[in-house]
């Protein structure tokens, strides 16, 4: 909620002070559990998250934005309707084969590079995170980080 409610309430406070806010969010799940199940186990549940799962997914939107940064769509590309249904479409059914993460750093920059010069673009990008960055990877197990994540843990995903 503080992620969605602070930085609209106090933006200024929310800039400079994000770094503790989060620090703060970490310590209220680490103390008790610390205290619940031992400063060790503590301790390696914070070691694994850090290094197996934030490192790892930093690593990877590097390496996504890194490659599709190098993809540039070059043509008559105007924020027509049509164009935008197609982006929209072709988003929604990639992030189901190469993931939601890189269907959108893929298409997005495309998306706003079309539509640079509509008055009008808050919508299209909305139907794009939901679309592309949500909907679109529910299609198989590959399309979406924690469904890949159970199914490689052994949840049936048909």
């Not at 690593?59 to 982006?87: E, K, M, Q, W, Y």
Request: aromatic share 12%.
């Amino acid at each position: 909620m503080s992620i969605a409610i602070v930085p609209l309430i106090a933006p200024h406070a929310w800039h400079v002070y994000f770094g503790k806010i989060s620090a703060a969010w970490a310590l209220v799940f680490l103390v008790p559990f610390a205290l619940g199940f031992g400063p060790q186990v503590a301790f390696a549940t914070f070691v694994h998250a850090m290094l197996e799962e934030y490192v790892s997914f930093i690593i990877l939107l590097t390496a996504l934005f890194t490659v599709a940064g190098g993809i540039c769509l070059h043509g008559d590309l105007h924020g027509s309707p049509r164009l935008n249904t197609g982006l929209l479409a072709l988003g929604t059914v990639l992030a189901s084969i190469m993931g939601t993460t890189g269907a959108a750093m893929l298409l997005i920059r495309q998306l706003l590079r079309a539509n640079e010069y509509c008055r009008h673009v808050v919508h299209r990008v909305v139907f794009f995170i939901f679309l592309v960055a949500n909907a679109g990877g529910s299609l198989s197990p590959l399309g979406d980080p924690p469904l890949f994540l159970g199914f490689l843990n052994g949840v049936s995903f048909f």
